[in-house]
């Protein structure tokens, strides 16, 4: 039998830390528990957890700089985080977006949904069929292993900004609407705005450098890469919409 994949949940509020972990365990994941941000950062180094449900408001450590910290060392930088917040301001969640988190989850939820933003994240992270790295000029994705280069050196990208990139690369120069990035990125089901995509753009650019322009955006339509020229903000205007 496969190995069950192991859930982190940060949570210190303690019923609410118990009742996930039960219906994770019922689902058939191996659950640990941190009441702490503290805690989290030790239980990562004793041993990495496949997902992170990370709540945002904690005492001492929050969950914000959790995740920053999670981000910013390279062994534990892939590692999907589902951030939990009672907070359900727009900027809040892209706040958390722009941190490294793969998705977000406002408090109160329902179990149904924890479990299947859960296994949508995980599906996200797992291997997919055997298939050749992506290559386009300097860039190049292995989804095999799961490794994006650029000129040679890895980048560090959280896993919805690897799928991100991963389908752009693969679309072979064609136009990818902001409706079709999503449905590659998190799976069907899973509702976010256009501008969660926009925002996950901007990261990406960043992290290209000097490459940034490769990531262009179609004004009205989507995005697509490119070696081609392009403006200065990598941005073309177009009164033709183009299907993904």
Do not use: C, W
């Not at 490119?226 to 990598?234: A, C, E, K, T, V």
């Amino acid at each position: 039998m496969p190995e069950a994949n192991r859930v982190l949940v940060v949570e210190d509020e303690p019923d609410l830390s118990e009742l996930l972990a039960i219906n994770l365990r019922g689902e058939g994941y191996e659950v640990e528990q941190a009441r702490d941000g503290g805690e989290a950062l030790q239980a990562v180094e004793r041993e990495r957890p496949d997902l992170i449900l990370l709540d945002l408001m904690m005492p001492r450590l929050s969950g914000q700089q959790v995740a920053e910290r999670l981000k910013q060392t390279p062994s534990t930088s892939t590692i999907p985080i589902i951030m939990l917040t009672a907070m359900s301001d727009e900027l809040d969640e892209l706040k958390g977006l722009e941190l490294g988190a793969d998705d977000y989850i406002t408090k109160p939820f329902s179990m149904s949904v924890v479990l299947a933003r859960v296994g949508a994240v995980l599906r996200r992270a797992g291997k997919g069929a055997e298939s050749k790295p992506l290559t386009l000029g300097p860039l190049s994705i292995d989804e095999q292993i799961h490794l994006a280069t650029l000129e040679g050196e890895a980048m560090k990208l959280t896993l919805t900004e690897f799928r991100l990139l991963a389908a752009l690369v693969g679309a072979g120069g064609k136009v990818l609407s902001r409706r079709a990035l999503i449905s590659s990125a998190m799976g069907l089901g899973v509702t976010v705005t256009h501008r969660t995509i926009d925002v996950h753009m901007t990261s990406i650019r960043k992290k290209l450098g000097r490459h940034a322009p490769m990531v262009q955006t179609i004004r009205g339509v989507g995005y697509l890469m490119s070696l081609g020229p392009g403006d200065g903000d990598g941005e073309i205007d177009t009164t033709e919409p183009t299907r993904p």
